[in-house]
Structure formats: C-alpha cells, structure tokens
C-alpha cells in the first residue's frame, strides 16, 4: 500500500543501545538476595516473596536452587529465610579485595578542593599504632599530618 502524496511520513527512532544477553531467571532469583541483604534478619517466605515482587510459590522455587548452593539458608525451626554460607563467602572476598585507602582518598581529595580545609585520613588496625596518610598534593595537609603523626605519638599510638 502506498502512501498517498503529502502524507507525513512516520517518524523513526533511533534504536535503543542493545542490550547483552543476560539470564533473565537469575535477575529475577537475585532480588530475593537482594532483599535478604537489605533485611535486618531472616523474613518468612510471604514477606520476601511480597519485598522481592513476586507470588510465593515462585519465590519458593528459587529459594529451593538458593538454599542448594547455599546464598540462602532455611531455619527448620522457624522455616525463616536468611543470607546463608555462601553469601557470607562472596562478601567476605569482596570486602578482602577492597582497598579502602585508595576509596576515602579518591573521596576526599574532591571534599578538600570543595571547602578548601585539610583532611587527614588516619588508619587503625587492633594492635597497631595509628597511621596517617600523608600522600597529599595540597601543601597545606602536609603540617597538619605532620603534627596528627606528633599527637598519635603523644598519645602513644604511633612508635617514635
């Protein structure tokens, strides 16, 4: 069929980015993790199924291959739902690769140009004497680390 003449031709959009192919099930299995996480404790399987936006009989399912690989574990007392073993595992390889130096300096370098104040990043392992970083490109953080590193050697957290 042919358009008639001085018709307005419709107009076309520029496709959307594609996508990568995914799998979709695990997307949908990962918001009952995500709500486990973001709970304060274990949940009954009507309120994580509720939380996560799906019926219970789906969620169950899920939680079935979960508590299989254990992310996800089932009190057999209380028949409640919590982060299991595996989940535990994950984080805790996630929390051993991250550098949390590098993250606060790449935070507080943009909040010292901001309000133009030093800020002294200190670190504290249990057991060991305080440190402060003193790797900064502003001329003023370098007198106050200078006396932060004299105060913890007063107070006795830093060796002389």
């Known amino acids: 069929m042919k358009a008639s003449p001085g018709a307005i031709a419709p107009v076309r959009r520029s496709p959307a980015p594609p996508q ?26 009507r309120d994580l199924a509720a939380k996560a936006g799906m019926s219970a009989a789906k969620a169950h399912r899920y939680l079935v291959s979960f508590q299989r690989l254990e992310p996800v574990v089932q009190d057999p007392a209380t028949a409640l739902y919590d982060l299991g073993p595996a989940a535990l595992k994950l984080g805790l390889a996630s929390l051993s690769r991250l550098d949390s130096v590098k993250l606060a300096r790449q935070r507080l370098q943009p909040l010292m140009a901001e309000t133009g104040q030093t800020l002294p990043l200190g670190t504290v392992v249990l057991g060991s004497p305080a ?26 957290f830093e060796a002389a």
Do not use: Y
């Open 20 to 45: 990568r192919a995914g799998i979709q099930s695990l997307e949908v299995g990962f918001a009952l993790l995500e709500v486990l996480s973001s709970s304060p404790g274990p949940l009954m399987l």
């Open 131 to 156: 440190t402060f970083d003193t790797a900064w490109d502003c001329a003023v953080a370098r007198p106050v680390a200078t006396a932060a590193r004299q105060l913890s050697r007063e107070l006795g």
